[in-house]
């Protein structure tokens, strides 16, 4: 396996403790080594966990507290500062053969005000770039995501579109994604966690420890996965789910103490705690709720959508394999944080 020599963006955030532990650039994992305590021992801080989860995407779909004993792992040791600059995007052109349409005000993921444009964006490009026969594309800013997959994508305005989770379609093949839109392999894998009161945390070791809680979740955001793999905490009512209009405000009924926990995604949840200045009083629990893909869609009546869906996969498998794939993660990472840090 190579050597990622990466600056990462927890890293800049939490400091380096003084230098008290060795980082090994390339581990092996130990018997009884989680990502958790791989993270303590050799960055300083188990809430570090995911800066490993992301360089390592083979980890990806994966347990965090199950990993294969001898496997080698890349650790994203600190190095030198790194200036935030986005890759070139020579194949990105106003007449291309492919348009792709995205939204704005998702960061780190998609924000035109990011380099590269956000994270899955340029893994979007770099992914391009790899494919057999790289064809040219275009991208299109609809910042009202309602509009994507209808009508923009199922009246073939455009080709494709990103970044989208893609529902239990196995369990549930009559949902409307899974009925109506073919999903390219995972971008990245995204995590959702329960971020809680310091004051009176819940406690997530086990499915049950949630059973009667009151879990706060923005308007609009999934749900499905509080069901998926026979957990039923909808379906059979072993929850309370609480939408509120924004994360901000699932956040304030956290501190009022009406609802029990806030699942997010951990950069909404991290961004919005930091920002709020949060830190000393709402903490995030390791254990994740549920992790979900981010992928490509294109329409199942795309004439075509078979052809480029092989062609994308093709490219994110190779990307996957590269130095650049974790370069581009980390590389967000590390603006992520530093935004947070100014």
Same mark, same amino acid.
Request: hydrophobic fraction near 40%; include cysteine; glycine fraction near 8%.
């Given at each position: +396996?190579? %050597? ?33 305590? $791989? ?11 995911? &800066? ?20 080698? &792992? ?36 998609? !924000? ?6 956000? +994270? ?7 992914? #391009? ?14 910042? !009202? ?6 009508? +923009? ?57 949630? #059973?009667?809680?009151? $879990? ?23 929850? %309370? &789910? ?29 961004? $919005? ?6 830190? !000393? ?30 062609? #994308?996969?093709?490219? &994110? ?10 370069? $581009? ?14």
């Amino acid at each position: +396996m190579k %050597t990622y020599p990466l600056l990462t963006a927890a890293v800049l955030q939490f400091g380096l403790a003084g230098g008290a532990w060795a980082c090994q650039p390339n581990y092996i994992v130990k018997d009884g080594d989680t990502l958790f305590t $791989i993270a303590e021992e050799q960055l300083g801080d188990l809430t570090k966990w995911s &800066l490993i989860f992301y360089n390592n995407p083979e980890l990806q779909g994966g347990s965090l507290l199950d990993v294969a004993v001898g496997k080698e &792992l890349v650790i994203p040791c600190p190095a030198g500062s790194v200036v935030v600059e986005a890759d070139p995007t020579p194949l990105q052109q106003v007449d291309a053969e492919l348009t792709l349409v995205t939204g704005s005000n998702y960061a780190p993921f998609t !924000d035109r005000g990011w380099p590269g444009n956000g +994270m899955v964006t340029e893994l979007v490009n770099a992914a #391009f770039e790899e494919t057999p026969e790289p064809v040219t594309f275009a991208i299109v800013w609809e910042d !009202d995501w309602s509009q994507h997959l209808n009508p +923009m994508l199922e009246e073939k305005v455009v080709d494709m579109g990103f970044p989208w989770y893609r529902p239990n379609c196995e369990a549930n093949p009559s949902q409307y994604r899974c009925a109506n839109f073919h999903f390219s392999d995972p971008l990245l894998d995204l995590v959702m966690l329960f971020f809680v009161n310091t004051d009176n945390p819940m406690r997530f070791e086990t499915d049950n420890d949630v #059973f009667g809680k009151n $879990i706060c979740r923005p308007k609009g955001f999934l749900t499905y996965d509080l069901d998926q793999d026979g957990r039923n905490w909808l379906a059979d009512e072993l929850i %309370t &789910l609480t939408v509120a209009p924004t994360a901000e405000a699932c956040f304030d009924l956290l501190l009022e103490g009406k609802v029990d926990a806030v699942s997010v995604n951990e950069f909404l949840g991290t961004e $919005i705690t930091y920002n709020r200045g949060l830190n !000393d009083q709402v903490s995030a629990l390791p254990k994740p709720v549920s992790i979900q893909g981010l992928h490509v869609v294109i329409s199942k009546r795309h004439w075509r959508g078979t052809t480029h869906l092989y062609r #994308f996969n093709a490219g &994110l498998a190779a990307l996957k394999q590269s130095d650049r794939y974790n370069e $581009i993660v980390s590389r967000h990472l590390n603006y992520f944080w530093e935004r947070l840090k100014g």
